[in-house]
Protein backbone atom coordinates (compact mmCIF):
# COMPACT_ATOMS: atom_id res chain seq x y z
CA UNK A 1 0.00 0.00 0.00
CA UNK A 2 1.61 3.38 -0.86
CA UNK A 3 2.06 5.79 1.73
CA UNK A 4 2.99 9.22 1.15
CA UNK A 5 5.19 11.68 4.06
CA UNK A 6 5.34 15.04 4.03
CA UNK A 7 7.95 16.95 6.23
CA UNK A 8 7.55 19.39 7.83
CA UNK A 9 4.03 19.30 8.69
CA UNK A 10 4.14 23.30 9.35
CA UNK A 11 6.92 25.76 8.26
CA UNK A 12 6.52 29.21 9.29
CA UNK A 13 9.73 31.60 7.59
CA UNK A 14 10.49 35.43 6.80
CA UNK A 15 9.49 36.86 3.74
CA UNK A 16 12.21 36.48 1.02
CA UNK A 17 13.72 33.28 2.30
CA UNK A 18 14.05 29.91 -0.41
CA UNK A 19 12.67 27.09 1.13
CA UNK A 20 12.47 23.16 0.85
CA UNK A 21 9.35 21.24 0.67
CA UNK A 22 9.81 17.57 1.67
CA UNK A 23 7.82 14.55 -0.05
CA UNK A 24 8.61 10.45 0.21
CA UNK A 25 6.78 7.91 -0.92
CA UNK A 26 7.01 4.01 -0.29
CA UNK A 27 6.39 2.65 -3.56
CA UNK A 28 8.44 3.93 -6.08
CA UNK A 29 6.34 2.21 -9.07
CA UNK A 30 4.29 5.90 -9.71
CA UNK A 31 3.36 6.68 -13.12
CA UNK A 32 3.60 10.68 -11.89
CA UNK A 33 3.69 13.22 -9.10
CA UNK A 34 1.64 16.25 -8.54
CA UNK A 35 2.52 19.04 -6.38
CA UNK A 36 -1.07 20.86 -5.32
CA UNK A 37 -1.68 24.29 -3.25
CA UNK A 38 -4.53 24.36 -1.31
CA UNK A 39 -5.90 27.68 0.27
CA UNK A 40 -8.17 27.70 3.48
CA UNK A 41 -11.58 26.53 2.37
CA UNK A 42 -10.45 26.28 -1.54
CA UNK A 43 -10.18 23.55 -3.48
CA UNK A 44 -6.67 21.84 -4.94
CA UNK A 45 -4.75 24.11 -7.48
CA UNK A 46 -2.00 22.25 -9.67
CA UNK A 47 1.85 23.56 -9.18
CA UNK A 48 3.73 21.14 -10.99
CA UNK A 49 3.29 17.38 -12.44
CA UNK A 50 6.37 15.70 -13.05
CA UNK A 51 6.44 12.31 -14.83
CA UNK A 52 8.52 9.21 -14.07
CA UNK A 53 10.71 9.71 -16.07
CA UNK A 54 11.45 13.26 -15.40
CA UNK A 55 13.86 14.23 -12.88
CA UNK A 56 12.12 17.84 -12.03
CA UNK A 57 9.81 20.40 -13.53
CA UNK A 58 10.15 24.12 -13.17
CA UNK A 59 6.95 26.63 -12.67
CA UNK A 60 8.35 30.52 -12.66
CA UNK A 61 9.93 30.02 -8.46
CA UNK A 62 9.08 26.99 -8.40
CA UNK A 63 11.42 23.74 -8.87
CA UNK A 64 10.26 20.12 -8.19
CA UNK A 65 12.54 17.62 -8.48
CA UNK A 66 11.74 13.71 -8.21
CA UNK A 67 14.19 10.75 -7.30
CA UNK A 68 12.08 7.59 -7.79
CA UNK A 69 14.47 5.37 -6.74
CA UNK A 70 14.73 6.78 -2.83
CA UNK A 71 10.84 7.81 -2.85
CA UNK A 72 11.90 10.88 -2.70
CA UNK A 73 9.86 14.85 -4.27
CA UNK A 74 10.94 18.40 -3.05
CA UNK A 75 9.43 21.40 -3.89
CA UNK A 76 11.70 24.21 -3.90
CA UNK A 77 10.19 27.92 -3.57
CA UNK A 78 12.54 30.70 -4.49
CA UNK A 79 11.85 34.33 -2.77
CA UNK A 80 8.91 33.21 -0.76
CA UNK A 81 6.26 35.86 -0.57
CA UNK A 82 3.15 36.11 1.77
CA UNK A 83 1.37 35.13 -0.86
CA UNK A 84 2.78 31.64 -0.99
CA UNK A 85 1.32 31.00 2.26
CA UNK A 86 -1.15 27.34 1.64
CA UNK A 87 -1.05 24.24 2.43
CA UNK A 88 1.24 22.23 0.02
CA UNK A 89 0.39 18.97 -0.78
CA UNK A 90 1.85 16.11 -2.56
CA UNK A 91 -0.07 12.93 -4.69
CA UNK A 92 1.35 10.04 -6.71
CA UNK A 93 -0.04 8.46 -9.38
CA UNK A 94 0.50 4.78 -8.99
CA UNK A 95 1.21 2.25 -12.56
CA UNK A 96 -1.01 -0.59 -13.47
CA UNK A 97 -4.60 -0.46 -13.88
CA UNK A 98 -5.12 1.66 -10.68
CA UNK A 99 -4.56 5.25 -11.60
CA UNK A 100 -5.99 6.99 -8.23
CA UNK A 101 -4.28 9.43 -6.87
CA UNK A 102 -2.15 9.25 -3.50
CA UNK A 103 -1.91 12.60 -1.34
CA UNK A 104 0.33 13.19 2.00
CA UNK A 105 -1.51 15.51 4.45
CA UNK A 106 0.65 18.39 3.31
CA UNK A 107 2.88 21.13 4.86
CA UNK A 108 1.37 23.98 5.96
CA UNK A 109 3.61 27.28 5.60
CA UNK A 110 3.29 30.62 6.48
CA UNK A 111 5.46 33.19 4.90
CA UNK A 112 5.53 36.41 7.31
CA UNK A 113 5.88 40.08 5.94
CA UNK B 1 -12.45 27.63 -20.19
CA UNK B 2 -14.54 27.97 -17.37
CA UNK B 3 -12.99 25.41 -14.04
CA UNK B 4 -14.20 22.14 -12.61
CA UNK B 5 -17.85 23.34 -10.84
CA UNK B 6 -19.19 21.51 -8.14
CA UNK B 7 -22.51 22.30 -6.65
CA UNK B 8 -23.86 22.65 -3.65
CA UNK B 9 -20.86 24.30 -1.76
CA UNK B 10 -22.36 23.92 1.25
CA UNK B 11 -24.87 21.93 3.00
CA UNK B 12 -26.00 20.39 6.51
CA UNK B 13 -27.91 17.19 6.81
CA UNK B 14 -29.14 15.13 9.68
CA UNK B 15 -27.70 11.96 10.74
CA UNK B 16 -29.38 9.29 8.36
CA UNK B 17 -30.46 11.40 5.58
CA UNK B 18 -28.75 11.02 1.72
CA UNK B 19 -27.12 13.41 0.21
CA UNK B 20 -26.43 13.90 -3.72
CA UNK B 21 -23.18 16.25 -4.84
CA UNK B 22 -22.37 17.22 -8.05
CA UNK B 23 -19.56 17.66 -10.46
CA UNK B 24 -19.34 19.16 -14.06
CA UNK B 25 -15.67 18.86 -15.48
CA UNK B 26 -13.45 21.30 -17.56
CA UNK B 27 -14.97 20.58 -21.03
CA UNK B 28 -13.57 17.96 -22.97
CA UNK B 29 -12.48 16.24 -19.80
CA UNK B 30 -13.68 12.96 -19.89
CA UNK B 31 -12.60 11.11 -16.36
CA UNK B 32 -13.80 12.67 -13.33
CA UNK B 33 -12.90 11.24 -9.50
CA UNK B 34 -13.90 12.29 -5.94
CA UNK B 35 -12.01 12.59 -3.12
CA UNK B 36 -13.05 13.00 1.04
CA UNK B 37 -10.86 15.45 2.97
CA UNK B 38 -11.10 15.55 7.09
CA UNK B 39 -8.58 16.90 8.88
CA UNK B 40 -7.13 13.61 10.77
CA UNK B 41 -7.48 11.37 7.43
CA UNK B 42 -6.49 13.83 4.92
CA UNK B 43 -7.61 13.59 1.13
CA UNK B 44 -8.60 9.90 0.81
CA UNK B 45 -9.96 8.52 -2.75
CA UNK B 46 -13.30 8.15 -3.31
CA UNK B 47 -14.00 6.67 -7.09
CA UNK B 48 -13.06 7.48 -10.56
CA UNK B 49 -15.46 7.04 -13.40
CA UNK B 50 -14.63 7.33 -16.84
CA UNK B 51 -16.82 7.26 -20.26
CA UNK B 52 -19.73 6.36 -17.59
CA UNK B 53 -18.03 3.22 -15.75
CA UNK B 54 -16.56 3.37 -12.40
CA UNK B 55 -13.04 2.13 -12.78
CA UNK B 56 -11.28 2.49 -9.72
CA UNK B 57 -12.67 2.77 -6.28
CA UNK B 58 -11.33 3.45 -2.72
CA UNK B 59 -11.59 1.80 0.70
CA UNK B 60 -15.31 3.29 1.13
CA UNK B 61 -18.39 1.63 2.41
CA UNK B 62 -21.08 0.81 0.31
CA UNK B 63 -23.22 3.82 1.43
CA UNK B 64 -20.64 6.20 -0.87
CA UNK B 65 -22.14 5.76 -4.53
CA UNK B 66 -21.48 7.86 -7.74
CA UNK B 67 -22.36 7.77 -11.79
CA UNK B 68 -20.78 9.42 -14.40
CA UNK B 69 -23.08 10.76 -17.40
CA UNK B 70 -22.71 10.90 -20.84
CA UNK B 71 -21.98 14.82 -20.64
CA UNK B 72 -19.48 13.90 -18.04
CA UNK B 73 -21.24 15.66 -15.42
CA UNK B 74 -21.10 13.54 -12.29
CA UNK B 75 -22.86 12.49 -8.83
CA UNK B 76 -22.05 11.38 -5.70
CA UNK B 77 -24.34 9.93 -3.32
CA UNK B 78 -23.77 9.31 0.78
CA UNK B 79 -27.12 7.15 2.03
CA UNK B 80 -27.58 6.61 5.62
CA UNK B 81 -25.08 9.95 6.67
CA UNK B 82 -23.06 9.38 9.78
CA UNK B 83 -21.53 12.51 11.82
CA UNK B 84 -18.25 10.59 10.33
CA UNK B 85 -19.20 11.96 6.99
CA UNK B 86 -18.44 15.78 7.63
CA UNK B 87 -15.78 16.50 5.18
CA UNK B 88 -14.70 18.76 2.07
CA UNK B 89 -15.79 16.56 -0.43
CA UNK B 90 -13.66 17.45 -3.71
CA UNK B 91 -14.38 16.26 -7.68
CA UNK B 92 -11.50 16.68 -9.72
CA UNK B 93 -11.48 15.93 -13.53
CA UNK B 94 -8.67 15.20 -16.38
CA UNK B 95 -8.96 14.91 -19.99
CA UNK B 96 -8.45 10.82 -19.79
CA UNK B 97 -7.81 7.91 -17.45
CA UNK B 98 -4.41 6.96 -16.52
CA UNK B 99 -3.14 9.77 -18.68
CA UNK B 100 0.53 11.52 -17.66
CA UNK B 101 -2.41 14.73 -17.77
CA UNK B 102 -2.38 17.56 -14.98
CA UNK B 103 -5.68 16.65 -12.43
CA UNK B 104 -7.79 19.62 -12.03
CA UNK B 105 -9.69 20.24 -9.07
CA UNK B 106 -12.83 21.94 -8.20
CA UNK B 107 -13.87 23.97 -4.94
CA UNK B 108 -15.33 21.43 -2.96
CA UNK B 109 -18.58 20.49 -1.66
CA UNK B 110 -18.54 21.12 2.14
CA UNK B 111 -20.84 18.52 4.25
CA UNK B 112 -21.80 19.07 7.96
CA UNK B 113 -23.59 16.09 9.29
CA UNK B 114 -25.51 17.18 12.97
Known amino acids: KQEVTQIPAALSVPEGENLVLNCSFTDSAIYNLQWFRQDPGKGLTSLLLIQSSQREQTSGRLNASLDKSSGRSTLYIAASQPGDSATYLC????????????FGKGTLLTVNP | KAGVTQTPRYLIKTRGQQVTLSCSPISGHRSVSWYQQTPGQGLQFLFE???????NKGNFPGRFSGRQFSNSRSEMNVSTLELGDSALYLC?????????????FGEGSWLTVV
Open chain 2, 92 to 104: ASSPGLGTGNTIY
Open chain 1, 91 to 102: AVRRGGSNYKLT
Open chain 2, 49 to 55: YFSETQR
